[in-house]
């Protein structure tokens, strides 16, 4: 009898195209992906340098001195974390032929790459274990809520003029700002925001009835409720509500191009109860991804207090 190779405890069900596509995917539900610009890189854990040269190139004559620049150096650790996620399916899949078995693995496929992306965000975001909504001992500081902490207080009524304090306040550190990441209340807030006349005109339209503008004053932006995930109930904590910053130059991320696929039969791989009793089976990917702030002074956070009780 032939071997049916979807039985197997460990095998590689996703092709390389395949790992690329779901990483595609990535591009089009990650709000960290969609506003940096960057094709993620396979890597395997990589160190980014960075320069910060203050000052100017200086004229020198013939037979001067050289005068010398003032300078920055320091690097940055980009390390893979492994991601997993996983789900049940009846054990008939077991004997399916590969046409009846391909729509199974298209739609764990496309969910996969949409639990990856949410991960992406809010580990990079937050630092949180997305399964748990706790700090994750991995990431440690590895995270903007953690790293960026030049923030202005979010203010609905005028949520536009906190936009453009946090612009200046990028801009006055001679940084660049591309990229606007929003939580689905703060663009709610934006779409509220009538003309300063009097008149009842919105005056950002884009925003109104869930409007997710994919550009805002020359920057990229994104709407996600990622930026809110896990958002503190304790009071004096602050949450995030939007982030504005270089996302193209000062962040970077990426993947390893190895990607493990398996299909369990036995156990209780996920707490629910044994796979044989359930007539059950697990399908299960792990991903390692990572991601690295280069520069803590090209973003600015704009959050809100949780108020006391």
Not at 9 to 33: C, D, K, Y
Not at 40 to 63: K, L, N, R, W
Not at 246 to 262: R, V
Request: hydrophobic fraction near 40%; aromatic fraction near 10%; include cysteine.
């Amino acid at each position: 009898m032939a071997e049916n190779n979807k039985t197997t405890t460990s095998t590689e069900l996703f092709s390389p195209q395949q790992i690329g596509e779901i990483f595609n995917r990535v591009a089009g539900h990650s709000t960290i992906a969609a506003l940096s610009g960057q094709s993620p890189i396979p890597f395997a854990g990589v160190e980014s340098y960075v320069f910060t040269m203050d000052g100017e190139a200086a004229i020198v004559g013939e037979g001067e001195a050289k005068p010398a620049g003032e300078a920055k150096f320091s690097k940055v650790l980009v390390k893979p974390l492994k991601v997993v996620y996983q789900h049940r399916l009846t054990d008939e899949f077991k004997y399916m032929a590969d046409e009846a078995a391909l729509p199974y693995l298209e739609a764990f496929m496309d969910g996969f790459a949409k639990k990856i992306a949410r991960a992406l965000d809010i580990m990079a975001f937050h630092g949180l274990n997305p399964a748990t909504k706790e700090a994750s001992e991995l990431i440690g500081n590895n995270c903007f809520d953690k790293k960026i902490t030049e923030t202005v207080d979010f203010d609905a009524a005028n949520a536009d003029d906190n936009i453009q304090a946090a612009v200046n306040t990028v801009q006055g550190k001679d940084r660049y700002t591309n990229g606007l990441a929003m939580t689905p209340a703060f663009a709610t807030a934006m779409g509220n925001i009538k003309e300063k006349t009097g008149s009842k005109v919105p005056l950002y339209p884009e925003f109104r009835f869930g409007g997710h503008p994919q550009t805002f004053g020359g920057m990229k932006a994104d709407v996600n409720n990622t930026l809110a995930f896990g958002a503190s109930t304790k009071a004096g904590d602050k949450n995030d509500e939007a982030i504005i910053g270089d996302f193209q130059n000062a962040l970077k991320w990426g993947y390893t191009n190895s990607m493990k696929t398996e299909l369990i039969e036995y156990g209780d791989p996920d707490g629910q109860g044994d796979l044989k009793n359930h007539n059950q089976v697990v399908l299960r990917a792990e991903a390692y991804i990572g991601w690295g702030i280069l520069d803590n002074d090209s973003f600015v956070r704009i959050v809100k207090a949780v108020p006391t009780a």
